[in-house]
């Protein structure tokens, strides 16, 4: 069976510092994947996916990055993190069909 | 106007009410998902839906292509249900979320 998994759970970062959260996926492949952001109180906004790898698409302009080095990884950065950085981060994969995503179990970074 | 609009945005019920969440949308379509987020932050797909009317257990999505529209009901709610829940409409792709409704069901 798919499985996703994402790591840190929870991460507490200053201003100013890098940042790197990973996104990997079992038991499929040349998946659809997808980092959204979820500021609180806010719904979910779509930030980049990839349709493979090296192939990144971005939503909206930020100070944010991803990168896909291989085919089930799938890694958000940022060179220096923002306040307005902080939120709930969660990678997604397209299943089968192109009908449904499958959602990680999230990152909270709280950027202080 | 949000391509994707659901209401009510907060709705607190008593235990064992008939809720309904409603999610309208103005974009063309290939799917519509309810998804549902607990207190802990973790997502989970309720229904996926292209036409007419899904059950499962004591939750009934449906759905009105002509109309845009969809609705989610939640039979004999239980605190358990609390959650915040999101209507997301799949393009090509990728989904456009609602903002959620965020439901507290009191025992």
């Known amino acids: 069976s798919q499985t996703i998994h994402q790591w840190p759970a929870t991460l507490v970062q200053p201003v100013g510092s890098p940042l790197s959260l990973e996104c990997t996926v079992e038991?499929?492949?040349?998946?659809?994947l997808y980092w959204y952001r979820q500021a609180a109180g806010r719904g979910l906004q779509l930030l980049f996916y990839?349709?493979?790898?090296?192939?990144i698409s971005s939503e909206v302009p930020q100070n944010l990055s991803a990168s896909r080095p291989q085919d089930r990884q799938f890694i958000l950065s940022s060179k220096k993190l923002l306040l307005s950085d902080s939120g709930f981060y969660l990678c997604a994969w397209l299943g089968s069909g192109a009908e449904t995503q499958y959602f990680g179990p999230g990152t909270r970074l709280l950027v202080l | 106007k949000n391509e994707v609009e659901q209401s009510p945005q907060n709705l607190t019920a008593q235990e064992g009410e008939f809720i309904t969440i409603n999610c309208s949308y103005s974009v063309g379509i290939s799917a519509l998902h309810w998804l549902q987020q607990h207190p802990g932050g973790g997502i989970v797909s309720l229904f996926m839906?292209?036409?007419g009317k899904k059950k499962h257990g004591r939750l009934i999505a449906t759905i009105n292509i002509q109309e845009k529209h969809s609705s989610l009901h939640i039979t004999a709610s239980h605190p358990r249900d609390s959650a915040v829940y999101i209507c997301a409409v799949m393009g090509t792709y990728k989904y456009i979320f609602g903002t959620g409704t965020r439901l507290k069901v009191l025992a």
């Open positions: 038991g499929t492949s040349n998946p659809n």
């Open positions: 839906l292209s036409s």
């Open positions: 990839s349709v493979g790898i090296g192939q």
